[in-house]
């Protein structure tokens, strides 16, 4: 079975570019996250899916960030415009049920120069 | 809210050492406790769980126990290798929840 695919695993831009983050969760997965992870932090969740509903985007900062899951399925995080801060690794991890199995992707690192 | 505090790393010890992680949460409620590790080069999976007061999680020769009266969920393992050289973190989600947290995890490496 395949696992959580993440595109692009690196990406460089310059600040007040866009970028775009795609993620295919594991097939059958209800509920599907995204979380950011500074250098020697733990994931922080910017925002969680309930098939193609937005139920928790609290952490998401909103002016620059924006997502979706259209159809319930694939994922795309867009940042515009991005700032020296944002470099980080953004992750997807998608999950079945309620037994808190997550399942992580390999990531996409992102450097803002 | 709730949130996990788990042991500053870098942890460093030799093989076949004794390992402890420690991990307390915050948290309203019974949430389950969780141990992740990130392999380097890989992504985060998960290492053990438990759902319950009481519960022990093991997997790979490491365990932890969900305290209640301690809110705690350290991770143990009695022998440590080489390949045990990941970062840990500890997570908790709230009762029939999905909404996951960590902690900043802690590096551990073992040296031959």
């Known amino acids: 079975e395949a696992g959580v695919v993440q595109s692009p695993r690196y990406k460089i831009i310059e600040k007040k570019q866009p970028v775009a983050f795609w993620c295919n969760p594991i097939s059958g997965h209800n509920t599907l996250y995204w979380y950011l992870q500074n250098l020697g932090q733990g994931p922080e969740l910017l925002i969680r899916?309930?098939?193609?509903?937005?139920?928790?985007d609290s952490q998401l900062p909103k002016d620059r960030f924006s997502a979706e899951r259209l159809k319930g399925v694939d994922s795309t995080l867009k940042i515009q415009p991005a700032e020296l801060g944002d470099s980080a690794v953004y992750l997807c991890?998608?999950?079945?049920?309620?037994?808190?199995?997550?399942?992580f992707g390999e990531g996409s690192r992102l450097t803002v120069l | 809210g709730n949130s996990v505090t788990q042991m500053e790393g870098p942890v460093t010890l030799s093989e076949e050492a004794f390992l402890t992680i420690n991990c307390t949460y915050t948290a309203t409620g019974y949430p389950s406790l969780f141990w992740y590790v990130q392999y380097p080069g890989e992504g985060l999976q998960l290492l053990l769980k438990?759902?319950?007061?009481?519960d022990k999680g093991s997997n790979k020769g490491f365990e932890a126990t969900y305290r209640k009266e301690t809110t705690s969920f350290h991770l143990e393992k009695g022998s440590v290798q080489v390949s045990d050289s990941a970062v840990y973190f500890c997570a908790l989600s709230p009762y029939n929840n999905n909404d996951m947290r960590f902690g900043a995890g802690t590096r551990l490496t073992v040296k031959p």
């Open positions: 438990a759902t319950k007061a009481d």
């Open positions: 991890a998608s999950s079945l049920d309620n037994t808190g199995e997550l399942f």
């Open positions: 899916y309930e098939n193609e509903e937005a139920v928790d």
